[in-house]
């Protein structure tokens, strides 16, 4: 079973230059998250979606841009990257109703910024 | 705002040890509360959760109990294996369906 597919895992970019994360799931899953995870901290949410077409801000979104055109994908773009970018990106994916709070996470995607 | 704290970490114990792992939160209302683990080099998954006050959530020899009284949600486990060395985050769920993170503890447990 696939689950929670991130693309890709190791990323290297220029300061100023732009990029977008993949992430696909096939659980048919209404809620999907982008999360990033500094050293030595907590999740902080980015971004979430609670279907096609409908995106939400989190707590940390700017300098990123998500979409939600499909039930299956949420990329993740970011634009004119800085070095404060510089972590790793976890893409996950729920199921509202009966029992919320199970989220499935991608294996991540580390970035680095130079 | 909602809020979750957990202890600092590195938690180094040797096997066969008690593990205490604790967590208090800040909340509007009675949350759903849950423990994550994450394994080197993976994604994090859902080791146990309790949806309301007194309910203990409890799997593979971990457990965590509710309670609403000192608003926390400690992780426990009699005797812990190598295997469980990972990071452990305690989290809760909003009422918009997001999870919110504490920092995370590290666990290391020695042979």
């Known amino acids: 079973n696939a689950g929670v597919t991130q693309t890709p895992k190791f990323r290297i970019l220029k300061i100023g230059q732009s990029m977008t994360l993949q992430c696909t799931q096939d659980m048919n899953h209404n809620y999907m998250y982008w999360y990033r995870q500094d050293p030595g901290m907590g999740l902080k949410l980015i971004y979430y979606s609670v279907g096609a077409g409908i995106t939400d801000k989190g707590e940390v979104p700017n300098g990123y841009n998500v979409s939600r055109s499909t039930t299956e994908d949420f990329p993740l773009r970011l634009e004119l990257a800085a070095p404060s970018q510089t972590s790793v990106y976890f893409c996950a994916s729920s199921i509202s109703g009966p029992s919320p709070g199970e989220l499935f996470f991608g294996e991540g995607s580390r970035l680095t910024v130079l | 705002g909602n809020s979750v704290t957990q202890m600092e970490g590195p938690v180094t114990l040797s096997e066969e040890a008690f593990l205490t792992i604790n967590c208090t939160y800040t909340?509007?209302?009675?949350?759903?509360l849950f423990w994550y683990v994450q394994y080197p080099g993976e994604g994090l998954q859902l080791l146990l959760k309790?949806?309301?006050?007194?309910d203990k959530g409890s799997n593979k020899g971990f457990e965590a109990t509710y309670r609403k009284e000192t608003t926390s949600f400690h992780l426990e486990k009699g005797s812990v294996q190598v295997s469980d060395s990972a990071v452990y985050f305690c989290a809760l769920m909003d009422s918009s369906y997001k999870l919110i993170f504490g920092s995370g503890t590290r666990l290391l447990v020695r042979p």
């Open positions: 309790a949806t309301k006050a007194d």
């Open positions: 909340a509007t209302g009675y949350p759903s």
